[in-house]
């Protein structure tokens, strides 16, 4: 178990519950006020009128990451405003389980006397504004959120309820089937490591049955996000509360970040993808582009091509309705779409017509089976691109092939590392150095 945090308003009870649970799970308890306390030698009501406001957030930022950092799990009780700087948010979120304890204003007021020992209130109507300037944020920082509208025995049983639920087997991971082989434990890993982040990332096989408990389970828990693969990118998206307005044009969803008890779901492969072949020089603006397949990774990368202003887009997918179903969603987007069975016939033709082709499908994946020709390779311009979206094995059939007709080409791990950063970030809640990071997680793939 690792720290636990609780946010709140002042009176909330915060330091009364974080007590609490501390000798009921036998764990230290830090007040992050108190500790201010001891440093200035003085209440926190005279480091407000002696040092001013900014003097004591410093204080309180600099206490709180000092508690984070401590060694020994432990309840830490935050100080009301630590939300109010994003430092202190990113490192409650990277180094603790953090719990908003939400108690209204209306009875705080009822309870807490409003005599200037809290600095910042001192009538009811200053502490229902700082609710209404705070809740939002305490609720967006939060992974978990309690109510404390009743005693404060039964609010102490909620938030050890709460803890006891959320203990999973990892805090990130990504879900498909088949999932052995996925890179993603070994990226996400290598960017918590660079960053510092005290977290753990698995690679959980989830079959299409299996969704529903695994969501529950997910939800329940205190697992702050997963990555979504095949075959889940669409099936996902009826259990989410809010979904990314890109990822609900797209129909796909690669990333779901649990935040103050919803569900928000995301795709960053269409920008993953882009980065990969923008890094390359082989962008989808003006260009002429094929993408074989009808699956998530095939529209995020049809509707990617149509919002970067491709010059035309081809669809061709084993099951035609699915290829025309994706041709037919974006034609609004993209004027020059169209959609054809993949037939060895269409492939030729269409390859002939095309400056850069993704392969989107399974087809060379290690486990699955490959192409029953690579003919239309041959159609391709001498100046096409080819990106095969698979990355096991590094060197697709498909890929030999259109190196010995000399043409560029990549596999997929570039845009999986691409993605796999934006996802973080959305983890995270950070941007973070892109470049870097790329170069990091390479470097740590190549050593394995």
């Known amino acids: 178990m690792g720290h636990i945090v609780l946010l709140g308003l002042p009176g909330s009870g915060k330091t009364s519950l974080g007590r ?9 308890f830090v007040d992050v006020d108190a500790e201010i306390e001891k440093l200035f030698k003085m209440p926190i009501r005279r480091i407000f009128e002696k040092h001013g406001e900014k003097s004591f957030r410093d204080a309180e930022s600099a206490a709180t990451r000092e508690a ?26 990277d180094l603790g389980f953090v719990i908003f304890i939400d108690r209204p204003s209306k009875l705080i007021a009822r309870d807490v006397p ?45 938030l050890i309820e709460i803890i006891a639920r959320s203990q999973p087997v990892a805090e990130y991971a990504v879900i498909g089937d088949p999932i052995a082989h996925s890179l993603s434990p070994a990226i996400h890993g290598a960017v918590f490591e660079a ?28 697992m702050r996000a997963f990555n979504v693969t095949s075959p889940h990118k669409r ?69 990617k091509a149509a919002l970067e202003k491709a010059a035309e887009i081809t669809v061709l997918a084993r099951d035609a309705k699915k290829a025309e179903e994706i041709a037919s969603a974006f034609s609004g987007i993209a004027p020059r779409i169209r959609a054809k069975a993949m037939t060895e016939r269409a492939m030729k033709e269409s390859a002939a017509g095309a400056d850069l082709l993704i392969n989107a499908t399974t087809l060379g994946m290690s ?34 092939r259109a190196s010995e ?43 394995t």
Request: proline content about 3%; overall charge negative.
């Open 367 to 400: 486990g699955s089976g490959t192409f029953p020709s690579l003919e239309f390779l041959s159609a391709l311009p001498g100046s096409a691109f080819v990106c095969d979206l698979i990355y096991d094995p590094s060197q697709t059939d498909l890929l030999k």
């Open 195 to 222: 960053l510092g982040v005290s977290a753990s990332y698995s690679a959980v096989r989830v079959s299409r049955g299996g969704l529903a408990a695994f969501f529950d389970a997910a939800k329940e828990g205190c």
């Open 68 to 93: 984070l950092l401590r060694e020994a799990p432990s309840v830490i009780a935050a100080g009301g405003g630590a939300i109010l700087r994003q430092e202190n948010v990113s490192a409650m979120r």
């Open 235 to 303: 099936d996902i998206m009826p259990f989410l509360d809010h979904i990314d307005e890109e990822a609900t044009l797209c129909g796909a969803v690669n990333t779901v970040v649990f935040r103050g008890g919803k569900s928000l779901g995301y795709n960053t492969d269409m920008d993953g993808l882009s980065a990969s072949l923008l890094a390359r020089g082989a962008g989808y603006e003006g260009r002429r582009v094929l993408v074989l397949g009808a699956g998530g990774a095939a529209r995020a990368a049809v509707l």
């Open 405 to 447: 007709l000399a043409l560029g080409c990549q596999n997929g791990l570039g845009m999986l590392i691409s993605q796999a950063i934006l996802a973080d970030e959305l983890f995270l809640r950070r941007g973070l150095e892109r470049a870097a990071l790329h170069g990091i997680i390479e470097e740590k793939l190549s050593a």
């Open 114 to 158: 409003l005599d200037g020992s809290r600095p910042l209130f001192t009538d009811p109507d200053k502490l229902y504004e700082m609710e209404r300037v705070r809740r939002a944020l305490y609720i967006d920082a939060a992974d978990r959120t309690l109510e404390n509208r009743e005693g404060m025995e039964e609010a102490a049983s909620g």
């Open 20 to 28: 609490m649970a501390s000798a009921r799970l036998d764990m230290p």
